[in-house]
């Protein structure tokens, strides 16, 4: 929405920070997946929505996910993000203990291998879960 009340100039430096590098979209569905209990096909429809808009604007197709408010992630998820084409996927909310223990195993980046019972290594994405919530690492 902030987008389509810009004016044409501000469009133009919009389209011009893309095009330099300078601004990236991350995940860019119409919104953001409700992993815990989302329909699979609403899963797909909401990015299809998402990722035709920022084609259609600005000739990108988002790398990289991004779901720091979600309550659960899925599989599902994940193999979509890796049938995307996406390159990493980044999150806060994980269970308490499975973060406690992460932290301690030095593994809060690893790659995820959604189905690996049915396709092995040929679908991955490399996950990092951030330490502090929704803020960088102390000192960064």
Known sequence: MWYDRQNEKMKKSVKM?????????ANDGWSSTDEASANYE?????MVIGHKFLQSEFG???KIGWNLDSFGHSSSNDRLFADMGFEAQ??????????????????????????????????QILTSIFQDHYC???DF
């Open 60 to 62: 990108i197709t988002p």
């Open 42 to 46: 609403d899963m797909i429809n909401n």
């Open 90 to 123: 980044f999150f806060a909310r994980l269970d308490r203990m499975d973060k406690q223990q992460r932290e301690r195993d030095h593994a809060m980046e690893y790659l995820w291998r959604p189905f690996s019972k049915h396709f092995g290594t040929q679908k």
């Open 17 to 25: 920070l893309v095009k330099e590098g300078r601004l990236e979209f």
């Open 136 to 138: 960088w690492i102390p």
